[in-house]
């Protein structure tokens, strides 16, 4: 079952913030999140392992839920660069092992 | 590095004929995947390998086949091109660390080629 994003599309002014969320049905063993920009290849952003981890990457950071098998990205004072698909990327624990992308989100961030 | 590399980026096809795209990379990573991807869609999973000589199917394998002869190619064959296969392919790589509840931070990220946009007509 592939996960879910939400929200599925956003769009921002420049300086905004914005969160998007992936929610798993499976136990996670590991997120990973990727951005695609329009005619481009995904490109890796980060990677959370364990359960309640967060990390950053400049202006964007991400939480990890265990429990709650879901994964946040956090974008803070969004930039013209930011606007892309966002991706998440699944590993799951449950049976063997299995990689599934989210169904993205679609960011636009104005000027 | 050149990374995953994909020939050709783009191409036409006509209903009917076969083709096959090309996929190689060179960071000895142990794992391949085929995705398509349609217009303002989500990856969609074709067909993976995890090594040399094993593959397996995704969830769109219908009407493509695959191979896996050595670590760093993996080609995708169309056969008997239709429209409903018009769409950009994605080949990627990642490294997975075996067994896997062991594995570390750097394995399963999946680094991508520049894509094929296939058209079928």
């Known amino acids: 079952q592939q996960p879910v994003q939400s929200p599925q599309a956003v769009i921002l002014r420049e300086g905004e913030d914005a969160v998007i969320n992936c929610s798993s049905s499976?136990?996670?063993?590991?997120v990973h999140w990727y951005r695609q920009k329009h005619g481009e290849a995904p490109v890796f952003l980060m990677i959370?392992?364990?359960?309640?981890e967060q990390k950053g990457h400049e202006k964007i950071s991400a939480s990890f839920n265990e429990k709650k098998q879901q994964s946040s990205l956090y974008l803070t004072a969004s930039q013209l660069s930011y606007s892309g698909t966002y991706f998440c990327?699944?590993?799951?624990?449950?049976?063997?092992?299995?990689?599934?992308f989210g169904t993205g989100t679609r960011l636009k961030v104005l000027a | 590095n050149a990374g995953v590399t994909q020939t050709p980026k783009f191409r036409i096809l006509k209903i009917g004929q076969s083709m096959t795209l090309q996929c190689t990379q060179d960071?000895?990573?142990?794992?391949m995947y085929w995705y398509r991807q349609d217009p303002g869609m989500g990856l969609k999973l074709i067909y993976y390998?995890?090594?040399?000589?094993?593959?397996d199917k995704g969830e769109v394998p219908n009407g493509y086949n695959v191979s896996r002869s050595t670590t760093e190619d993996f080609p995708l064959r169309l056969e008997l091109a239709a429209p409903s296969q018009t769409s950009v392919y994605f080949c990627?790589?990642?490294?997975?660390?075996?067994?896997?509840?062991?594995?570390?931070?750097?394995?399963?990220?999946?680094?991508f080629g520049a894509g094929t946009r296939l058209s079928v007509l």
């Open positions: 990627a790589s990642s490294y997975r660390i075996m067994p896997f509840i062991n594995s570390g931070g750097g394995s399963d990220i999946q680094y």
């Open positions: 499976k136990a996670l063993y590991s």
């Open positions: 959370l392992l364990k359960g309640g």
């Open positions: 990327g699944t590993v799951t624990t449950s049976g063997t092992y299995k990689y599934i």
């Open positions: 960071m000895n990573h142990n794992y």
């Open positions: 390998s995890v090594g040399a000589g094993i593959t």
